[in-house]
């Protein structure tokens, strides 16, 4: 959860860099009615749900003459939750975030049908207080994977036409963006819409072609299974399309990534690190892992817990198990909540222990770090170094002196 300084719009985002990228957008379109402040909600767990209704009430409390919008995947797939909260003056669905006019409806509750709707692109581009832009080329998606309930919220898959893209390109690079984020729902399905026109690996490769000054490309979360070869062509040839890769893996057993109605298999998992760790050797993996989902035994997280090792997963996001009303995994038989609350703990530490042996192999090297806010900065492989007294939004040259089992220490290299 992000919070700015309290203006005219003010935006509290949830969840994902799609809800941060709207949520720059609604800041621009949503001014036409009066001081307002939408909270941008994420439905990924019922955690997330919890917090924002959590926040709507301590924002009304600290500002009760301040309307409150509730917006985002959790407003528009139970928009009913919201509406009977005294605190919240409207609610938006996730087409209707990024419409003027339905910010200034008398109505109180506007959500559409988010399969039927057109999906207004949000002008991406520089993030305020942030590094590096972040561009959303895809939103939706086509899958249905059982524990999940976004395709409820974004719809159907659908790609930001590349011209529109390269145009934005244009414009972040114009702006002194250094680094530019593309993002989405399920960013591999990009170009799937367009029938014959550019996958992901060709957006890639057209828009470092047509931005020869853009330092750095980063993707956000991506499918191994749906990456096509231009990608890792892209991958190998593109020194700026940073090594860094953040997986959607979810399990690391074949019997639950077929409950889970995934694509890929372990094995799969396996060869496309191996695969693209051949082309890309200093290439890095993060993942996401759910721990605990239904009819998981010891057995099949032991094979989740090994892929962390087997794949050499350096940045994990590990996610308790929490069944989504409305998705088949909640009618599933449900594992204990301590079992679940053990298996996250277990895998947490294994991929603290494998972000470690990462942060040693770096210690000494010379990087190029892209500065951050608070004394921070990025390796390209998106690994967090700690180096101080430099301004945000700079490329620099660092020595790595050290590490906190967390990030790496860095020391400034006078040129
Ligand atoms: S690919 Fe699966 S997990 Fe990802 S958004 Fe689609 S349904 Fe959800």
């Not at 956000?220 to 096509?228: F, G, P, Q, R």
Request: hydrophobic share 40%.
């Amino acid at each position: 959860m992000n919070a700015v300084a309290p203006r005219r719009v003010e935006v509290v985002n949830f969840g994902c860099r799609l809800n941060l990228v709207e949520g720059e957008a609604m800041r621009r379109v949503a001014g036409v009615a009066g001081d307002l402040t939408v909270v941008n909600t994420c439905a990924v767990t019922g955690e997330a749900v919890r917090q924002a209704r959590q926040a709507i009430r301590r924002l009304k409390r600290e500002a009760p003459q301040r309307d409150i919008v509730v917006t985002g995947c959790a407003a528009h797939i139970r928009p009913e939750l919201f509406a009977a909260m005294p605190e919240v003056a409207k609610v938006l669905g996730n087409a209707e975030k990024l419409d003027p006019t339905a910010f200034a409806t008398g109505r109180r509750v506007e959500v559409g049908d988010i399969f039927a709707r057109p999906y207004a692109w949000p002008a991406g581009g520089e993030i305020e207080g942030r590094t590096r832009a972040f561009l959303a080329v895809q939103n939706g998606c086509d899958h249905r994977c059982t524990f999940c309930i976004i395709p409820y919220g974004r719809g159907a898959s659908r790609s930001m036409p590349p011209k529109e893209i390269l145009a934005a390109v244009e414009t972040c690079v114009e702006k002194g963006a250094k680094e530019i984020v593309l993002t989405g729902v399920d960013l591999t399905a990009y170009g799937r819409d367009f029938g014959g026109g550019p996958k992901l690996g060709g957006l890639v490769k057209a828009i470092l072609r047509a931005a020869p000054t853009l330092p750095r490309l980063r993707l956000s979360s991506i499918d191994c299974i749906e990456t096509d070869a231009e990608f890792v062509e892209a991958m190998q040839n593109e020194p700026r399309l940073m090594p860094h890769l953040h997986l959607s893996l979810q399990s690391g057993d074949d019997m639950i990534l077929k409950r889970m109605k995934r694509r890929h298999s372990r094995a799969d998992a396996i060869r496309f690190c191996a695969a693209l760790r051949r082309v890309r050797p200093d290439i890095v993996f993060g993942a996401d892992l759910i721990a605990g989902f239904p009819t998981e035994t010891d057995k099949m997280f032991e094979n989740t817990l090994a892929l962390v090792e087997e794949c050499a997963l350096t940045h994990l996001h590990v996610f308790a198990f929490s069944a989504r009303p409305g998705t088949p995994a909640a009618n599933m038989p449900q594992l204990a909540p301590h079992v679940i609350a053990t298996r996250a703990r277990r895998l947490r530490q294994a991929g603290e222990v494998s972000l470690a042996r990462h942060l040693t192999r770096q210690v000494g090297r010379t990087l190029t770090l892209l500065t951050e806010q608070g004394d921070t900065a990025r390796a390209g492989d998106f690994t967090k170094v700690r180096l101080r007294d430099v301004s945000p939004g700079r490329l620099v040259t660092a020595r790595i002196v050290g590490q906190d089992g967390k990030m790496l220490v860095g020391c400034r290299e006078t040129v």
